[in-house]
């Protein structure tokens, strides 16, 4: 069975920082590209990040130069490292893991991000 469990969010002041992790258990994870998304109330969800098995990054302009993907394979674990953060970076953030062989793709249950004073 996939699980994909994020941890991290919560509440926390404009210019502050937060660190999400997803814990990946049932998939090969070594394989998997790795991303973030985001939701916020009434709006799509969007990419934020995404990392592949071989290190190349891609991120949603909105947020280069404020947050990082990283991954450690051996502990099957992705983090997003996320610094000065502003109230339009409120929203549910979501683990995914794409197999780029297969197409399968999993998600997690999200983690909420409130950015407010």
């Known amino acids: 069975q996939v699980q994909l469990v994020e941890s991290g969010g919560g509440l926390v002041q404009p210019g502050g920082s937060l660190r999400l992790s997803c814990a990946a258990s049932?998939?090969?994870?070594?394989?998997?590209?790795m991303g973030w998304y985001r939701q916020a109330p009434g709006k799509q969800r969007e990419l934020v990040a995404v990392?592949?098995?071989?290190?190349?990054?891609n991120s949603a302009d909105s947020v280069k130069g404020r947050f990082t993907i990283s991954r450690d394979n051996a502990a099957s674990t992705v983090y997003l490292q996320m610094n000065s953060l502003k109230p339009e970076d409120t929203a549910v953030y979501l683990c995914?893991?794409?197999?780029?062989?297969?197409?399968?793709?999993?998600w997690g249950q999200g983690t909420q991000i409130t950015v407010s004073s």
């Open positions: 049932g998939i090969n994870f070594s394989i998997y590209t």
């Open positions: 995914n893991a794409r197999n780029p062989f297969r197409g399968t793709v999993y």
């Open positions: 990392l592949t098995s071989n290190g190349l990054t």
